[in-house]
């Protein structure tokens, strides 16, 4: 049997399409993690986490909604059986997931809130096993240990559970609303485009948030107000703003387009830049550290999850999966 060698000219393409697609997910991965250092000093001036939420969505759903309508507005057409898929991602894998991940962020240190959300695969891990009864690989059980036992390491549970106990339970919430979004979204998508999905998924979430909590309802002494962004005083508004482009439209669409270049297990391994980012932004802007036993439950929290990652997904093509949260 004669084996022939790729050529050069493929191995190139190929090498490049694996390098566009890490370089779009890891800059997808450092927005979505700049929302919480974004937003906290918002908090701080005297926003709620539903005023964040909604006004992040809003700004977001508006953009997105612009821009696909204008460059491919054949995506936004929804067959009307998707349409309960489509409530569903809306309302728990945007609206509830960014309220309760805003909500613990006001309570508890950013990188906490964001480590309490990447337990989600391992939600979804449960659900899979226990709901649909697919029996798992050993490595999965591996993965939910080292995820609990990270788990344990940042809540530092011998100490008496120093955290904020409601902030924990809105970080845990944030979680669940995250698997829902897997499991929901990784239906619609076979349903929807994605980038049709996420776009009509920000309105929906941007319309059941309104109703808590209207954008426009915002007080302006607080939105013309400064706030202290690491060692500068910046309006809130901005920050606002910066989050809704940055952290949100941009993100998705950064997340979107890595998947047409990488399976979705590798896109899913990837994205745990996103709580390194976030940490290590709240502890250079905000001055908020971990402590030694954090930093090893952080480490060993992302490794169960990863493991879960890799041990759940089959080998997919790009563009076969939705993006991560």
Known sequence: MTITAPSPQTTGESSSTVTRGTALIVFASVCFGTSG?????????????????????????????????????????????????????????????????????????IGVAMLLEFTSPVLVALWVRFVRRVVLPPRMWVGTALTLVGLALVAEVWQGLRLDALGLLFGVGAALCAAAYFLVGGRAVGALPALGLVTWGMVIGAVVIGVIAPPWSLPGEVLGADAAFGGWQVPVWVLLVTCAVVSTAVAYLLSI????????????????????????????????????AQVVGAVVLLAGATVVQLASRRPVVPGDALIPE
């Open 37 to 109: 250092p974004l937003v906290k000093p918002t908090m701080d001036a005297g926003l709620s986490p539903q005023q964040v939420a909604s006004f992040r969505i809003a700004l977001a759903a508006v953009l997105l909604l612009g821009f696909v309508g204008l460059t491919r507005p054949a995506l936004l057409k929804v067959p009307r059986a998707a349409l309960p898929l489509l409530f569903g991602y809306g309302l728990v894998g945007v609206a509830a997931v960014q309220l309760l991940y805003f909500a613990a962020v006001s309570r508890i240190p």
């Open 257 to 292: 387009n890595s998947m047409r270049f990488l399976p979705a297990n590798v896109v899913s391994v990837i994205a745990v830049v996103e709580p390194i980012v976030a940490t290590v932004l709240a502890w250079l802007v905000l001055g908020q550290e971990l402590s030694a």
